[in-house]
């Protein structure tokens, strides 16, 4: 087992796995910018490094500081968390050649799920289903037409190095598709330096089912369950649930054995999700991601598993610990991200927190890292917390949440917790009737908050 662990990382992330380290009893580094001085994973951490200023390419991003605050503290393992550096496999490659274990899965593997085309082709291979679309990039406007009059209209064109719904164009027939195409380049080149771009079928009506996998890198792999991740805005998440209200227990099986499978072939290592949309009884692939999700507790819940212990573990080679058989799962889960922003417009409201009180009682979790009197810097994403609820039921966890939203109160700062109030009390969410549009399309009523 790792002597110390690096958390390349800050926020409620950071916490979340300075808690995990020290209930293996291992020490904590933390890394943090001098906006972030005061962070909570700072004041707990057993070490702490300062690495530059604010903006995250001057310190988050700064691989040569993280280095050198490994060296300067004795750390023998990083973890990533989310964003940043997670998901960047010259990173890992740079760890392993200073001997520095990534606590994530190997760089090969971040690479190929990393690239939207070398990872559709890499899932059709190991046999999970895919959006019908292009075998790889389209070079020519030609050839995208041809490709999406052979699967149909609409179409989505795609980004290969994007994600968070940057790149991303719908044609609904030929005469939008040179504009479609022309919008998406541009936006890939922007946002990722690759303007590659491929077509897939567009699903007018999906839900975003996500499979939570573990593997230990020698060949055995298990699945934890779905998560449906359909409330979305602007292709980011704002709820997250497990058991997902769409599927019955023969899909949930089934989709999952795949994956679980899909995974052991091809040797993964440490957690990772497999993202799907589902319509019409069918499940599509349209990304992996090769690190820890934020809404991973939804499945820390209904199954009891810790699951960034489990990336400790299998990152220093002991393995799984567990068996597909011996993984239970229990009860309802929902999670709520609990953002600095106003519920109306979702403009950003960093500030500080004159009075914090998050809510507690049996089934209730709260992964934060503020706490009242702490500011909230306007250099990164503007989640305060998330707030989590588990079950035995989803009716019992609906009121649950409901409880906990009316005791939550986050003062000093506009929180989206008024959304979350809405939501729980709206009918098609009580029915488990909603797909990726439905939160847009519910915005633009213009609901009123309180």
Known sequence: MFNKILIANRGEI????????????????????????????????????????????????????????CEITGADAIHPGYGFLSENARFAEI????????????????????????????????????????????????????ISAEIGYPVLVKAAAGGGGRGMRVAHDETEMSAALSAARTEAKNAFGDDSVYIEKYLSKPRHIEIQILGDGKGNAVHLGERDCS??????????????????????????????????????????????????????????NTRLQVEHPVTEMITGIDLVNEQIKVASGAGLTFRQEDIVFNGHAIECRINAENPSTFAPSPGRI?????????????????????????????????????????????????????????????????????????????????????????????????
């Open 95 to 146: 760890l392993a050649a200073h001997n520095i274990a990534f606590i994530g899965p190997s760089a090969q593997h971040i690479r190929i799920m990393g690239d939207k085309i070398e990872a559709k082709a890499t899932a059709r291979r190991l046999g999970i289903p895919v959006v019908p679309g292009s075998e790889g990039a389209v070079t020519t406007d030609e050839d995208a037409m041809r």
């Open 231 to 288: 409330l979305q805005r602007r292709h980011q998440k704002v709820w997250e649930e497990a058991n997902s209200p769409a599927l019955n227990q023969e899909q949930r099986d089934r989709i999952g054995m795949i994956c679980a499978n899909a995974m052991a072939d091809l040797g993964y290592s440490g957690v990772g999700t497999i993202e799907f949309l589902y319509e019409d009884g069918e499940f599509y692939f349209i990304e992996m």
């Open 14 to 69: 950071a916490l979340r796995v300075l808690r995990a380290a020290k209930e293996l009893g291992i020490e904590t580094v933390a890394v943090h910018s001098t906006a972030d001085a005061n962070a909570m994973h700072v004041r707990l951490a057993d070490e702490s490094v300062c690495i530059g200023p604010p903006p995250a390419r001057d310190s988050y991003l700064k691989i040569p500081e993280i280095l050198a605050a």
């Open 354 to 450: 004159s009075y914090y009180h998050p809510p507690g009682g049996l089934g209730v979790r709260v992964d934060s890292g503020v706490y009242q009197g702490y500011t909230i810097p306007p250099h990164y994403d503007s989640l305060i917390g998330k707030l989590i609820v588990h079950g035995r039921n989803r009716v019992e966890c609906l009121m649950r949440l409901r409880r906990c939203l009316d005791e939550f109160v986050i003062d000093g700062i506009e929180s989206t917790i008024p959304l979350f109030k809405n939501l729980v009390d709206n009918q098609d969410i009580a029915n488990g009737v909603y797909d990726i549009h439905w939160l847009e399309k519910y915005l633009a009523t213009g609901p009123v908050f309180e």
